[in-house]
């Protein structure tokens, strides 16, 4: 029976510790697969992509490919804000693999990482890919852009920049659209389960939490699902 793994990477402290800037970002990396096989996959592999690889090797685990949650620099590289971030073009020098990307964010992620088509795994909302013995599914979760997705692995939900622990992700940069975030926070995600553990892609508000704990302390999610309720948000 495969046993789940998923180990959380904090830009600044686990990895790319001498990078102020990433630090500051406060990115999150994660590593998910099955231990009885020791494979795993990357999960927006960016600012120290060497690292990541070698925290999954200190824990007897093989990097096989990489999941994509949207297409931002931050998260696969490229350049940002005057920075130029490392990410998914030097994993695949490193560690070559398939990219597993929503089929409406791939072409922003090779603009901005110059991958090829061949690359890429372009997907739907609601497939589901293995690693290991160990099953992903991949939720379209559209609002900070328009392919954004989540990924459903056992109790956890690895959100990208859809869903922090305080907050959601930014809706005013191009793609963006505060109409489809609010269905994702009200009806998209609505029907996780309470002990679902959220691992965001950034530090804002907390590292990971039950879903229970996120509905009752985030206030965008709270005032979009009172919205939909057509409630008040208390």
């Not at 231990?35 to 996959?41: I, Q, R, V």
């Not at 990219?99 to 090779?110: Q, T, Y």
């Not at 940069?173 to 691992?199: I, W």
Request: charged content about 25%.
């Amino acid at each position: 029976m495969a046993t789940f793994y998923l180990r959380q990477l904090l830009v600044g402290r686990d990895i790319g510790v001498d990078d102020v800037a990433g630090a500051q970002m406060q990115n999150f990396v994660y590593l998910v697969g099955d231990s009885d096989t020791g494979t795993c996959l990357v999960v927006d592999p960016a600012w120290d992509v060497a690292g990541a690889l070698d925290r999954a090797r200190d824990d007897g685990m093989r990097v096989t490919g990489a999941l994509v949650t949207h297409y931002h620099p931050d998260h696969v590289g490229g350049s940002i804000f005057g920075l130029r971030i490392e990410g998914l073009a030097k994993l695949m020098d490193l560690a070559p693999g398939k990219v597993h990307v929503h089929e409406l964010e791939a072409d922003g992620v090779k603009q901005v990482t110059g991958l090829s088509e061949s690359d890429l795994a372009r997907h739907h909302g609601g497939d589901r890919i293995s690693v290991g013995g160990i099953e992903i599914e991949l939720l379209h979760t559209p609002g900070h852009t328009p392919g954004s997705q989540c990924f459903r692995v056992k109790d956890a939900l690895v959100a990208g920049d859809t869903l922090f622990l305080e907050g959601c992700g930014r809706v005013d940069l191009p793609g963006g659209s505060p109409e489809e975030m609010e269905r994702t926070l009200s009806q998209r995600l609505a029907t996780l389960p309470d002990d679902m553990v959220l691992y965001p892609g950034h530090a804002y508000g907390g590292e990971s939490a039950p879903l229970a704990v996120v509905r009752r302390v985030n206030p965008y999610l709270r005032a979009a699902m009172a919205k939909a309720r057509g409630a008040r948000p208390s």
